[in-house]
C-alpha cells in the first residue's frame, strides 16, 4: 500500500511497518519462497502500491492469477482486523492494466522483429551451436549490408535459403557458410513457428514507450503479460523478458538517482532466465541489471530459491522478500543457509530457523534504508493486497483489452516490404538477367554458327572458283601445247622429210621418197618426245 510517500508492504508482529522507499525502488529486489508460501500476493502489493504512486509496471503472469488487479478486492477483513488496517487508507480497489499476450489470445498482440530480437538472443531460442550462430550472425550482417529488412520468420527464411543458394556469391567477403548448417537453422526457425513464432515476429513491433503510461486518475498503467501457455516454453520466455531489459537498456536516456522509479518490472519463475544461459549471455544480462537502474528502471526477480540467481545478478538486488523454504535435503539446508546469510542478521533471532518456520504471507524482509544501506532483517507479515485476488472470467478479460487504447494500435498484423518480397525480387530479376544472358548466348551461338557457315561457303565457292580456274588454265595450257606441237610436228615433219631426201637422193628416186618419208617420221618422233617432257 502507498502511504505517506512510501510503499507500506509489511507489518511485524509487534506493530513494526516496513516501508520500501521509492527512490531506492530502481535499487531492483528479488521475491523468493517455496510455491505457496505468498510470493504472487506480495507481488501484488508490491504492483499495486507503484501503480498508486504513478509508476507503470510490468508483470508477468505465469499462473493466471493477476489479472484480478482489474477488479476491487475482497474477503480481507480479518486481514484487515488483525493488522489494524482500519482508518489507514487501505481500501479495495481496482486498477488500470493493459492485457498482452505474444499469441495474441489472452491480449494484445505483442509482437518485435526479427532485427530487434537480434542474432544472440535469437540463436538461444533456437537452440544453435557455435557455429550455427556465427552463420545466423553473418546473415544478419549480410541483410544489413544490403538492405534486407527482417521483420518476421519468413524474412529470416527467404535470408538463409539466398545464402544457401548462392553461397559462392558471398563467401568472399563473408566466408563460406555450410548449406548444412544453414539447413538445421531453417529446420529449428519452422519448430519455432510451430510454437507460435510466426505470430510473436513481426509489425508493428511493440513500442516499449508506450508502457510508460498512466491513467486519466494519475495510477501508473500495469502492464500484465499473459504467460499461462507462453511459459511451457521456458526458453521462448525467458529470452523475450530478456530481450525486453536490453531493449530497455538501450533506448532509455540516462537519469541518475530519481525520487521513484519510470517504471517497475516483475519478472516470475526467474530460474527461466539463467537456465542454461552462455557466460556470454548471463554477462551481459548482469551488465544490464547492473545499470538499468541509472535509467530509472527497478527490476523484481521472484523465484523459488535465491539460488536460482546467480551470484553476480544477486548480488544486484537491494530490496529482499524472503518467504518460507523447506529442507527435507542436506542440499535444501545448504540452499536456505545461503538465503539466511544474503541478510544482515537480526538478534532477535536466528535468520535460518526463521526462513523454515515462516507460514503463507508472512516473510524475512530486508529494504534499503535511505541510505542504500541494506536494513537488518524483520520477520513480518505482507499486507492483504486492496485487488481482486485471482482470475477473471473471459468476458472481463475481452472488455479489458478491446477497451485499451493500444489495441487499435496492435491489433492487425502489417506485412511490410522487407527481406522476402526483397530477395522475391531479386530471384525475379535473376531469373531474368539469367534468361536474358541465355538468349544472348544461344543468339551469339548462331551468329556464329551462321558466320561459320557463311564463311565455309565462301571458302568453298573460292576453292571450286580457284579449281574451275585452274582446270581452265589447263585446258588452254594443253591447247596451246596441241597447237604448238601441231606446228613443231608439221615443220619438223617438212625439215625431216627435206633432209631424208637429200641424204636418199644417191638412191635415185626410191632412196629419195624412203629417205623423204623416214626424215619426217622422225622429226616428228623428236618433236613428240619434246612436247611430252
Do not use: C
Not at 102 to 123: A, N, Y
Not at 254 to 263: Q, T
Not at 287 to 300: A, E, F, M, T
Not at 483 to 493: L, N
Request: hydrophobic share 40%; no cysteine; net charge negative.
Amino acid at each position: 500500500m502507498f502511504k505517506d510517500g512510501k510503499v507500506w508492504a509489511a507489518t511485524t508482529g509487534n506493530g513494526n511497518n516496513l516501508y520500501l522507499l521509492p527512490k531506492m525502488a530502481n535499487r531492483h529486489g528479488l521475491i523468493a519462497g517455496a510455491t505457496g508460501s505468498g510470493k504472487t500476493v506480495t507481488l501484488k502489493v508490491l504492483a499495486e502500491s507503484f501503480s498508486d504512486m504513478g509508476v507503470p509496471v510490468f508483470l508477468a503472469d505465469v499462473k493466471g492469477d493477476l489479472a484480478g488487479m482489474i477488479r476491487e478486492g475482497s474477503g480481507m477483513e480479518e486481514r484487515i482486523e488483525r493488522f489494524s488496517l482500519e482508518g489507514t487508507g487501505y481500501e479495495y480497489k481496482k486498477y488500470p492494466a493493459t492485457f498482452w499476450d505474444l499469441f495474441g489470445e489472452k491480449g494484445i498482440q505483442l509482437r518485435t522483429t526479427v532485427s530487434e530480437m537480434g542474432p544472440i538472443l535469437l540463436s538461444r531460442i533456437l537452440g544453435l551451436n557455435d557455429l550455427q550462430s556465427d552463420i545466423l550472425t553473418i546473415a544478419f550482417k549480410i541483410a544489413d549490408d544490403n538492405g534486407w529488412f527482417l521483420f518476421d520468420t519468413k524474412d529470416l527464411k527467404a535470408l538463409l535459403n539466398e545464402l544457401s543458394e548462392n553461397n559462392k556469391d558471398y563467401a568472399a567477403d563473408y566466408g563460406k557458410m555450410s548449406s548444412v548448417s544453414i539447413s538445421a537453422i531453417v529446420r529449428s526457425i519452422v519448430a519455432l513457428e510451430t510454437q507460435g513464432a510466426d505470430i510473436f515476429f513481426g509489425e508493428p513491433a511493440l513500442n516499449l514507450t508506450d508502457w510508460f503510461t498512466t491513467d486519466t486518475n494519475g495510477k501508473g498503467m500495469i502492464n500484465i503479460l499473459d504467460s499461462e501457455s507462453l511459459i511451457n516454453n521456458g526458453v521462448l520466455y525467458s529470452t523475450f523478458l530478456l530481450w525486453m531489459l536490453s531493449e530497455l537498456f538501450e533506448t532509455l536516456p540516462e537519469v541518475g538517482d530519481m525520487e521513484k522509479p519510470k517504471m517497475v518490472f516483475f519478472f516470475d519463475e526467474a530460474h527461466l532466465l539463467f537456465k542454461d544461459t552462455s557466460k556470454a549471455l548471463l554477462d551481459k544480462i548482469e551488465q544490464v541489471v547492473k545499470l538499468i537502474r541509472s535509467k530509472g528502471v527497478g527490476v523484481y526477480f521472484i523465484t523459488q530459491n535465491p539460488r536460482d540467481i546467480p551470484d553476480g545478478v544477486l548480488a544486484q538486488l537491494g530490496n529482499k522478500i524472503q518467504h518460507a523454504l523447506h529442507a527435507y535435503t542436506p542440499a535444501d539446508q545448504k540452499a536456505v543457509k545461503a538465503a539466511a546469510e544474503s541478510f544482515r542478521e537480526n538478534p532477535e533471532f536466528k535468520t535460518f530457523d526463521a526462513i523454515m518456520e515462516l507460514g503463507t504471507g508472512e516473510a524475512v524482509v530486508s529494504f534499503l534504508d535511505e541510505n542504500g544501506t541494506p536494513e537488518i532483517a524483520q520477520r513480518a507479515f505482507i499486507l492483504p493486497p486492496m485487488s481482486k485476488i485471482g482470475g477473471i472470467d473471459d468476458t472481463d478479460r475481452e472488455n479489458a483489452i478491446k477497451g485499451s487504447l493500444l489495441y487499435s494500435k496492435y491489433a492487425n498484423a502489417v506485412d511490410s516490404d522487407s527481406a522476402y518480397e526483397m530477395l522475391q525480387r531479386k530471384g525475379v530479376l535473376d531469373a531474368e538477367e539469367a534468361a536474358k544472358a541465355k538468349a544472348e548466348a544461344e543468339a551469339e551461338k548462331e551468329r556464329q554458327k551462321a558466320e561459320a557457315a557463311e564463311l565455309k561457303a565462301k571458302e568453298k565457292e573460292e576453292a571450286a572458283k580457284i579449281k574451275q580456274e585452274e582446270r581452265e588454265k589447263a585446258k588452254a595450257e594443253a591447247a596451246k601445247k596441241r597447237a604448238a606441237k601441231s606446228v613443231a610436228s608439221t615443220v619438223s615433219g617438212t625439215v625431216g622429210r627435206e633432209v631424208g631426201k637429200a641424204a636418199g637422193k644417191s638412191f635415185g628416186k626410191f632412196g629419195k621418197t624412203l629417205g623423204g618419208n623416214i626424215g619426217a617420221s622422225l622429226g616428228r618422233g623428236i618433236i613428240g618426245t619434246l612436247f611430252k617432257m
